[in-house]
């Protein structure tokens, strides 16, 4: 098998990844600002994030993963203008910085676990990690890591400490007309459009803080060899990657969004102070459009949720689906027929997990046509994560099996699943144990709320939505019965 290709930002090419440490990975994704919940565009993010680490285990590699939660430090632009995005909406809500990232941590987790993305672990407190460690981290429990690495850029030369903050010099660290490594952009092109912040302390408009100063009305504050304030943002993928991963990592990802001001600042903040390349491969994923080509984002107003979808009684793997069905170097456009063709995929693989007989799930070997597809499978997912060209393997394989009547091939199915994250074999427990999945049990009870109601248009609704989701509803004289559409004989 060919080994695992990679599109690297760096270089602008795919190139064959290979670990600094044979066997092992270490790999740093931008987290969440927790703020406000997620939308659907930011989860694609982080499907694109587990589908990479699933991908770098399939291949064999121990991947030890690392992603902040930025819960200080983001202002409302991504350079140094703006309000603190946490402590704005804290003042909104009348609660405190702590309570707001709490909240949408809390639900940042729960969307994540509907959609099957694996988190690392949260890092413990004031912990003192022996790298490469994975981590879920916190900005604000890494500030005595983020102190220390700007320590280090002040003494090499490559910071400055004013009244207002401790900035970074970037004109010094580019050298004139330098262009930024991933961006390949002069600092006037990287902010052509933008209002810079002119603060009378920086030496260049181009220069952002690393620590900001004398900012009485911060609600979050820490005493530093500079005195009290505030990290900036670019500041902590440094310090945290750094601590948890070591000075150089293998793989750094974010979106592409992410290219022109916070990664190329990670880089020089990084650089400046190790004096090491910072990581060798940038993997960036597209964004989710809306069917008229705009990007979801927070700023041009309300974008939808995990919830929204969830309303509308579709799966939440049916989303995951969806992202895995576009390269994730490709724009994915969002509607909710997109993510209901997605669906009924996903419900063509589920219902053949849930009918699996016997004899196939006995067997030990496979039958010896699926190895063909085994191969075709592992082929598409290294060529830069072509998931959309595995996923039509998967359901080829399938087709095969009820073409020829063989379901022997569970074993590879169940492998290319650790892949893809559907949990086929969960669905097939369910239907052992004869347990209904989660979301079907609410849509049931809510149908059941509504006949006692007397509501028949609302249990209708809830009954099509059940059926949706691929099972049937039979009102008896002794109660509901729901059951998978087709039960295994
Ligand atoms: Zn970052």
Same mark, same amino acid.
């Given at each position: 098998m060919k080994p695992l290709q990679i599109y690297n930002s760096l270089i602008r090419a795919v190139e064959e990844f290979v670990p600094l440490t044979p066997g092992v990975v270490t790999f740093y994704s931008c987290g969440p600002t927790v703020y406000l919940p997620q939308h659907l565009g930011n989860m694609r993010a982080y499907v694109f994030v587990d589908t990479l680490k699933r991908a770098l285990r399939f291949n064999g590699y121990d991947v030890r993963h690392v992603m902040n939660i930025t819960d200080v430090g983001h202002l409302t632009s991504d350079a140094d203008a703006g309000e603190d995005k946490i402590e704005k909406t804290a003042r909104a809500q009348g609660k405190s910085p702590l309570e707001v990232a709490d909240f949408y941590i809390a639900q940042f987790k729960r969307d994540c676990a509907a959609l099957n993305i694996e988190l690392p672990s949260d890092a413990p407190a004031g912990d003192h990690p022996a790298p490469?460690?994975?981590?879920?981290?916190?900005?604000?429990?890494?500030i005595d890591a983020m102190i220390a690495v700007i320590t280090r850029i002040l003494a090499n030369g490559h910071g400055y400490v004013t009244p207002s903050g401790v900035y970074f010099d970037v004109e010094k660290w580019r050298g004139p007309g330098g262009r930024g490594r991933l961006a390949r952009q002069s600092l006037a092109e990287q902010h052509a459009g933008q209002r810079l912040e002119h603060s009378a302390d920086k030496k260049s408009p181009h220069d952002f803080a690393l620590w900001v100063l004398n900012q009485p009305h911060h609600l979050m504050q820490w005493d530093s060899?500079?005195?009290?304030?505030?990290?900036?943002?670019?500041?902590?993928?440094?310090?945290?990657?750094?601590k948890y991963l070591g000075e150089t990592l293998d793989i750094h990802s974010g979106g592409l969004d992410h290219i022109p001001v916070h990664h190329e600042n990670e880089i020089a903040q990084s650089e400046s102070a190790t004096g090491h390349p910072f990581a060798?491969?940038?993997?960036?994923?597209?964004?989710?459009v809306g069917m008229e080509g705009a990007k979801i984002s927070k700023s041009a107003g309300r974008f939808p949720v995990l919830a929204d979808l969830i309303a509308a009684g579709i799966n939440p793997l049916a989303f995951r689906m969806l992202c895995l069905g576009a390269k994730y170097r490709s724009e994915l456009a969002f509607s909710l027929e997109s993510v209901r063709a997605a669906q009924s995929n996903l419900d063509y693989l589920n219902e053949f997990a849930r009918n699996l007989n016997e004899s196939a799930l006995a067997s030990e070997q496979d039958s010896a046509w699926a190895q063909e597809y085994a191969e075709r499978f592992h082929q598409a997912l290294n060529h830069d994560l072509n998931t959309p060209q595995a996923m039509a393997v !998967?359901?080829?394989? /399938?087709a095969q099996a009820y073409r020829l009547h063989d379901q022997r091939i569970w074993q590879t199915l169940r492998r290319f699943d650790?892949?893809?994250?559907?949990?086929?074999?969960?669905?097939?427990?369910? !239907?052992?144990?004869? /347990?209904l999945p989660p979301e079907v049990s609410r849509l049931v009870s809510e149908r059941e709320k509504a006949r006692a109601d007397k509501n028949f248009a609302r249990s209708d609704e809830l009954r099509a939505l059940i059926e949706a989701m691929d099972y049937v509803v039979k009102d008896t004289k002794t109660g509901v019965v729901v059951m998978p559409r087709r039960v295994a004989t």
């Open positions: 490469p460690q994975s981590a879920l981290c916190r900005a604000t429990g890494n060899p500079w005195g009290r304030g505030y990290p900036g943002w670019h500041i902590e993928c440094s310090a945290m990657s750094m060798r491969y940038f993997v960036h994923n597209a964004f989710l !998967v359901l080829e394989m /399938v650790q892949m893809l994250g559907l949990d086929l074999a969960k669905r097939l427990d369910e !239907v052992r144990a004869g /347990v």
